[in-house]
């Protein structure tokens, strides 16, 4: 059974935009693929690093959530992810924000994504792939932080190329 799911792409290390281009690819071998306009966007944590290059994938796929969360952390892996601190710069982070209409709740995954209604660089991208999109019975369009969004676009939805 094909499962509608959106998962959240960031970078701020690197050739940002062909990073995020090269895991749309990737993501691509896992279903069908649309993705949301290009933002930059401000760090959400420490302010002494480079601006966000921001985007949201919907992928329609049948794998199952934790199958999918190994291999979105396999393909952070492969684009040279580090951990060096809480919320810092990245090559490259790839969040399951959404799986159908599912609730999880274990040691490796929370979903709806944690945060995902207080952060402006993953609401204004969903609501590219679907302006009627809600979540826990909000629609998404109706935040007030959507109004007040600190987003620049960067690119519409031709960026990603394969």
């Not at 959400?44 to 999918?68: E, S």
């Not at 952070?76 to 810092?88: S, Y």
Request: overall charge negative; glycine content about 6%; aromatic content about 4%.
């Amino acid at each position: 059974m094909t499962i509608r799911t959106f998962i959240g792409l960031g970078s701020n290390l690197g050739d940002s935009q062909q990073i995020l281009n090269e895991a749309v690819a990737k993501l691509e071998t896992l279903g069908s693929v649309k993705v949301s306009k290009l933002y930059q966007s401000p760090p959400m944590g420490p302010q002494d690093q480079p601006n966000f290059l921001n985007a949201v994938v919907q992928l329609d796929t049948t794998l199952a959530p934790l199958a999918l969360l190994d291999q979105l952390q396999h393909f952070e892996q492969e684009a040279g992810r580090v951990r060096l601190r809480r919320w810092g710069e990245r090559t490259l982070d790839l969040d399951l924000l959404i799986y159908g209409q599912e609730q999880i709740h274990n040691e490796r995954l929370t979903v709806p994504h944690i945060g995902l209604l207080e952060r402006d660089f993953v609401i204004i991208p969903l609501l590219d792939l679907d302006a009627h999109l809600q979540l826990n019975g909000h629609s998404l369009k109706d935040l007030e932080l959507v109004q007040q969004a600190n987003l620049t676009v960067v690119a519409n939805q031709s960026w990603a190329t394969a």
